[in-house]
């Protein structure tokens, strides 16, 4: 569906991303993960032709993306990471509106949002400016919808809502998918790669990994442990200065330690239990972000 071929492109002295080939197949929820900064706006305003890459190509169903922009255009639905609908028009106002822009109506392309739009149908006469978060967002993906798109591209699109919603949107999305709609979406949280068929994690505009969420952590070759105790500031500074201690990073309320060894742990342990007699230290299963910082420090 959508091929990044040796893609490059650079702001001034300011690298946006670098050398980044990958392939989004027909049907698939593919994620692109990363902090901010990373490259992912910039990518996905090059596929909907936004920006022009200074190096490589793009295509979206064998067309170039430059050279066929209105098929791109006409067939790609886009929820940018800021809510970009017009604040003083009323939700179905704004619906209307896309859906003019695309030559058709909400009437006839009722079914696609249907599920989405129904719950916020009730305040179709609000403004979208007196929206709440999650609301916005589902007016945002009601009008990115309405065209009926082959591709779907959301960037960033949970940035700033409460759990619920993310956890909303995402079910909204799986659904999408399953009807075979392809989707491209990206995300900062860590969390919401596992919900992705395949993932790509990028930092610093470079690709570190594509593959299956499962894939990347089975890919983790570290023995890991969580470490609990009281105050974990201090403890994290010595356990990155620990013997046999690869890497330690804070998660919430624990310190995720790896070890160059399992044979190393119980000598781990006693200098652990040495600083702060009261830690506990558990075995645990590899994250994404787990993986994520690991690939951070190699590409270091």
């Keep these: 569906m959508v091929e990044f071929r ?3 492109k650079s702001y001034d002295q300011i690298i946006g991303v ?7 197949n027909p049907g698939e929820l593919f994620g692109l993960i990363g902090p901010d900064g ?3 706006t910039t990518l996905f305003r090059m596929l909907i032709t936004l920006l022009l890459p200074d190096e490589g190509s793009i295509s979206m169903e064998g067309k170039d993306v430059i050279e066929h ?10 929820m940018p990471g800021t809510f970009s609908l017009y604040q003083d028009l009323t939700v179905e106002e704004n619906l209307n509106f896309f859906a003019t822009l695309f030559g ?11 599920d989405i739009y129904q719950q916020i149908e009730p305040y179709k006469n609000r403004r979208a400016g007196d929206l709440s ?19 779907l591209v959301l960037d960033e699109p949970t940035t700033g809502v409460d759990a619920v919603s993310r956890k909303e949107f995402w079910e909204m999305l799986k659904k999408l998918k399953d009807g075979g709609l392809t ?8 969390d919401e790669a596992t919900l992705c068929d395949r993932v790509a994690l990028i930092q610093e505009g470079k690709i570190m990994q594509i593959d299956t969420p499962a894939g990347i952590i089975s890919q983790y070759d570290k023995p890991l442990y969580a470490v609990r105790g009281k105050k974990t500031q201090q403890i994290l500074e010595f356990l990155r200065v620990t013997a046999h201690v690869v890497s330690a990073q804070p998660f919430g309320d624990s310190i995720h330690i790896a070890l160059d060894d399992t044979r190393n742990l119980p000598a781990v342990e006693e200098a652990i239990i040495a600083e702060q007699s009261s830690a506990q230290i558990e075995k645990i299963t590899p994250t994404i972000e787990d993986c994520f910082m690991d690939l951070m420090m190699q590409h270091d």
């Design 6 to 8: 040796n893609i490059s």
């Design 18 to 24: 670098e050398d980044v080939s990958l392939k989004v």
């Design 38 to 40: 990373a490259g992912k």
């Design 69 to 78: 922009y209105r098929y791109v255009r006409e067939n790609v639905g886009y």
């Design 104 to 114: 058709t109506t909400i009437e006839e392309n009722y079914h696609l949002i249907k």
């Design 133 to 151: 978060g999650g609301m916005k967002q589902k007016l945002a993906l009601s009008c990115a919808l309405i065209h009926k798109p082959l591709l």
């Design 183 to 190: 989707i491209l979406v990206s995300t900062a949280y860590m």
